[in-house]
């Protein structure tokens, strides 16, 4: 069916209905097996699809349960629309991937499209048509429990994920059994929550708005994503639920976005303790005239809807408009033609290719902060004794925030490292638990770390503590973790630190005193493989942070595309007063964005530009300037480099931030060789939106500033003249 097809398809529905069963598409409620705020209730959601007054449910798990109350709908409802099925398939539905920040380590898009691919597949066969991801909120703030589910501070590095997931997602018919509706969330500017406390206000600018936030969702729109889902924070003193001017102007009109806008759980109703309405029909009211178009789990659409149309409050266009893109979305995923799946397809667990897809993702996405002396990979010749040792490392809940019931858990570091190495004498001890504060278990981890030639401690933050509603006021290790770290590292046997969690974790107080730190994050279903691909060798570590590790917590918000400010803290002149620093701290991050080392070496030489001066206007016909930057693996070993390019505007009507990411690239190369990686520079990249509400943006003459390097401390330094 064409686009035409559909829209005449609409125009007959709507027809045909009544303003109960308009209602009814733009509600969708959640089966039982999510017991939240609000609640799932099966038994409502039966009963309103019986009488049409449903259009969508969500956490219904498994294919016989989605057909059943599909029947229910196609069958015994009046006019036979067929329900939406979504879920929050985040980054697996049997196969669980690494947490999306994680992903977003591995500076690789392509990884995010398989998690996406692979999800799609297995969540369509089990009657899901629509998942709620990605989300490609931009946060600065590691205090955040949600970051985890994010790509981290940088909107460039997150527009690049939100695209690839998107399409990997959807593929390029929605029709197809092995693709769902992507959702792009949280419209908008959810990462910025004040102090990283989950749901909170978010005061920004336009600009601020449209230069770090937005930028993902144009181009998730751009890339053909069906649905976009509303924050829980509010956007300068308005709720995002209630907030016409990027609901409505920015993302509706002028994006011309024509799918679903579905609200957060619960996420109207809340309008009212945001004190944004004093009642619910005040909340559907200002919901549904901004541009909320489905409401999840809360029902004021429905209880006030009719009331709302007659006294003009809501207008019979609007109405209309929200309940054409529910149907348009169901026609476009073919619903109408198959409303069930074919239960005998349905995949049940992880295949082998799948957990194959998992594992070489999630050692791509392992990032090895520090390796002194070269102590990884360890040695493996002969026969060894190996410590194993700390809360994580035999434990299988590692897949990170998000699971679905049933997801197989973790394989564990041990069983990974004692897979690899059937020659290594592997000897285990927890010391203590992930949060709690007994220390007993200490002496018998030093034990087995002085008996042993080598330790690995797997120390880290469990998924519990990150992901929604997990916000943490330190970013140190929990519980008695950090004394464990101190009496292994003491026993002075080599150690290496295996690092998992969410989120940036603070370590300074004692990263000095272990020779090796590898940042695995919470890396999925394959965790234990994959980690004991990188220990090994098997696998040399190229990921690279994409977010900045804070030294202490009072440091944060820290992020490498700050603002300029009038009185820069110099390096060279540390002891100098007023400026912006910390009197108790030396300024700088214990791990810069961008950072991330690797089993060999590479040089990067100085960037070489096609050209050194271009018009604003021949960059507004599209004109583009090339960056090349030779690249070389100088050392021993086959391994990855992220070649990273930043722009620098010094001098501008708004001032612009220290560096800009405009480019990265992961590329393999075999000891001795060199590559050119280029990249390629338009107006896009090196124009900004201005303040102005109405959207604008510009170009402006002047020097740029560019940069390339393997983090964002970045070397070389090329002038491009705007004029
Ligand atoms: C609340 C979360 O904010 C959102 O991301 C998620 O999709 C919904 N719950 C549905 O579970």
Partial sequence: MTGHDHESRIGELLNRMTVEEKFGQLQQLAWAWDTGPGGGDTEAAEAAARKGLLGSVLNVVGAGASNALQRIAVEESRLGIPLVFGLDVIHGYHTTFPVPLAQAAAFDPAVTAKDAEVSAREARSNGVHWTFSPMMDVTREPRWGRIAESTGEDPYLTTAYAMAKVRGYQGDDLTAPDRIAACAKHFVAYGGAEGGRDYNTVDVSEQRLRNLYLPPFRAAVGAGAATVMAGFNTISGIPAHAHPHTLTDILKEEWGFDGVVVSDWTGVLELIAHGAAAHEAEAARRSLTAGVDMEMVS?????????????????????????????RLKLRLGLFESPYV????ALTAPSAESRAAAREVAGRCVVLLKNDDGLLPLDTSGPRALAVVGPFADSGDLLGTWTLPGAPEAVPVLAGLR???????????????????DTSGIAEAVAVAEAADAVVLVVGEPPALSGEAAARSELGLPGAQEQLVRAVAGTGTPCVVVLVGGRPLTIGTWADRVPAIVMAWHPGIEAGHAVADVLTGAVVPGGKLPVTFPRTVGQVPLYHNHERTGRPYDPAAPGTKYVSRYLDLDAGPEFVFGHGLSYTTFALDEPRLSRERIGVTELRAGATVEVAVPVRNTGGREGDEVVQLYLQDPAATIAQPVRRLCGFRRVRLAPGEERQ???TLGADDIGYWTDDPAGEFIVEPGELHLHTGNSSRTRARRTLLIT
Avoid: N, Q
């Fill in 677 to 679: 990686v280029r990249f």
């Fill in 299 to 327: 029902t004021t659409f429905a209880d006030h809807g009719r009331d709302l149309l007659a006294s003009g409050a809501l207008t019979r266009e609007r109405l209309d408009d929200a309940v054409a893109r529910v149907l």
């Fill in 342 to 345: 074919a239960e005998s397809a």
């Fill in 419 to 437: 897979a690899a190495l059937p020659d290594t004498d592997i000897r285990h001890a927890a010391g203590v638990s992930p949060e709690g504060l």
